[in-house]
């Protein structure tokens, strides 16, 4: 009897819909599987197809191109170790997120999802049917259960695998980043293991899709939840380890242990794998940006500089009357902190001609916040012409906290094909600057050292569409408004528990009327990195007409 099973896991970064370069992927990482002497090598959910494929996955020529390079998958590596593989696939009439077994030019076995997530992100009960429960696949040497991600997130399909012999639980996963998943992930699977005393395999997508970044961290647990491996968060990997079998059950051999960094961390390397990988699969490789000399622009500069490298970060300033001096000062040492290019294109001109042709029409009424937008809208009407002339994809700054109360310009600062930032408040981008310019990784593509020039990120915020204008003129202070944004956003708290919570009622109301008539900017805006749990698209799906306000 054999006492050793090798098992290879391929954390990898697949493209949705290239179905052939993902076979590819699959055929370069089984060939690395076989060199290291590996019985099986195993891919995450979905991985020939992409994840999330959302409404595609039903399109009849998409699955006929799925299921002919499963095939030629299965005859390409018929000699060598077993291939585990997610795909999605239609069976008896119905279509099922499954993972499939390949060995000896075929199908060895075929795992159909139980649990279909339908809260936040994930639509699966719409896409997909609901598999039964399977039985373990023989392995080698073994009996190998499978819980496809959500299977494992509940006590019943991991119990009866292991009931039916399975003697490893290999858990494939398409689990998107959101702050503090991996410990929720982690807790999860440590309960899997002490329910049925079996180790346990948890192997996750890498790289970004649209909103969602895949953040890898997958790990190996033995019973006890000892952990046996870890790989890297962000990052591909390929991993080879040996399990043995022992009198007590197989048990995995230790492995590398990889260091998860920290929340600040976290969050920054989520927003630059989900531009750069936006930007690679889009056929994008450069940016443009309006840099304000402001904290969100210059945020964004760096985020872009470190996913592609600051030459192919375009940065332009577009100075009005209302600029001031030191927005010009800032925003030109950014650019040459980066090493970014930088252009300026005044908007006096063109503001004065909109200003003299719409003067008729205006005849009468006050200047008001209308002029205050015109020039939001030159600055973008101007950097989607350079986007469009030079290919480069335009970048939009806004934060969480703007988004939400709805202070930002639609067809003017808002325009553009991503927003690194979409989903971190104001008060967390000050931390994230800070963050950035005290620690460098191997990872970044842009400078060493201090990236962000201080007095960007301790001067008040402002528009600068009038004269001494302030952000906190028109809104609450950043602290305090982010603080009420989450109770109402990402808590769903009544406005009775804020109001206890010691916020002034009048402010809090004013905040809540904000989120709900700004649903329609947000319909428009930019898609961009997942952060939280709550993050606008997805997560939280509000109607835009809505007249419904908490009374409590």
Not at 288 to 306: E, K, P
Not at 375 to 394: F, P
Not at 433 to 449: K, Q, V
Request: with cysteine; glycine share 10%.
């Amino acid at each position: 009897m054999t006492d050793r099973f090798r098992l290879t896991l391929g954390q990898l970064n697949p493209v949705l819909g290239d179905i052939t370069g993902n076979a590819a992927r699959a055929r370069d990482a089984w060939a690395q599987a076989r060199d290291a002497g590996a019985d099986m090598l195993a891919l995450p959910e979905m991985f020939l197809s992409g994840y999330q494929t959302q409404d595609l996955v039903w399109r009849p020529a998409f699955q006929a191109d799925l299921r002919a390079a499963l095939d030629k998958l299965a005859q390409d590596c018929a000699d060598g170790p077993m291939l585990g593989i997610g795909v999605p696939l239609m069976q008896e009439g119905a279509l099922y997120n499954c993972w499939v077994v390949l060995g000896g030019g075929g199908i060895r076995a075929t795992i159909r999802k139980h649990h279909l997530p339908n809260t936040s992100v994930f639509d699966e009960k719409r896409l997909f049917a609901s598999g039964d429960i399977s039985g373990p696949y023989v392995a080698g040497p073994l009996r190998i259960g499978t819980p496809i991600c959500e299977d494992a997130w509940f006590d019943d399909v991991a119990e009866a695998q292991a009931e039916s012999g399975a003697e490893l639980l290999l858990v494939p996963n398409g689990s998107p980043y959101a702050q503090a998943r991996y410990d929720t992930r982690l807790a999860h699977m440590v309960a899997r293991v002490t329910e049925t005393g079996l180790p346990l395999v948890y192997l996750n997508l890498v790289g970004g899709q649209d909103d969602q970044v895949f953040d890898g961290a997958s790990f190996v647990l033995n019973p006890g939840g000892k952990l046996a491996l870890q790989l890297p968060a962000h990052e591909e990997a390929i991993a080879t380890l040996d399990f043995t079998r022992t009198a007590d059950g197989w048990r995995a051999q230790a492995g590398p242990r990889a260091h998860l960094p920290d929340m600040l961390e976290q969050d920054y390397r989520t927003m630059v794998v989900g531009l750069r990988d936006y930007l690679g699969k889009s056929g994008f490789s450069k940016v443009v940006l309006g840099l304000s000399g402001g904290i969100d622009s210059a945020l964004v500069a760096t985020i872009a500089a470190d996913a592609i490298g600051a030459a192919n970060v375009h940065c332009i300033m577009l100075p009005s009357e209302y600029t001031s001096a030191h927005s010009l000062e800032d925003a030109a040492a950014l650019a040459r902190s980066l090493g970014a290019p930088l252009d300026e294109v005044g908007i006096e001109g063109p503001r004065a001609a909109l200003t003299d042709a719409l003067a008729p029409l205006f005849a009468g009424r006050s200047p008001d916040v209308t002029e205050e937008n015109l020039q939001s809208r030159l600055r973008g009407t101007i950097l989607m012409a350079v986007s469009n002339k030079t290919g480069a994809l335009l970048l939009t700054t806004g934060n969480k906290s703007e988004l939400a109360v709805g202070y930002a310009t639609i067809y003017g600062d808002m325009n553009g094909g991503y927003n690194p930032i979409k989903d971190m408040y104001k008060s967390r981008v000050f931390d994230i600057c800070r963050w950035r310019n005290a620690n460098f990784r191997d990872w970044m593509n842009g400078p060493e050292g201090q990236a962000i020039p201080p007095r960007i990120i301790d001067k008040p915020p402002s528009a600068e569409l009038r004269e001494d204008q302030r952000d906190d003129d028109s809104l609450p202070p950043y602290d305090e408004l982010d603080a009420i944004l989450e109770g109402l956003i990402d808590n769903d708290l009544p406005v009775s528990d804020l109001v206890a919570q010691g916020f002034d009622r009048d402010t809090v109301k004013r905040v809540e009327h904000l989120i709900y008539i700004s649903e329609w900017k947000r319909y428009q805006s930019a898609p961009g990195p997942r952060l939280s749990n709550r993050a606008f698209w997805l997560d939280r799906r509000y109607p835009l007409v809505n007249r419904w306000r908490d009374g409590s």
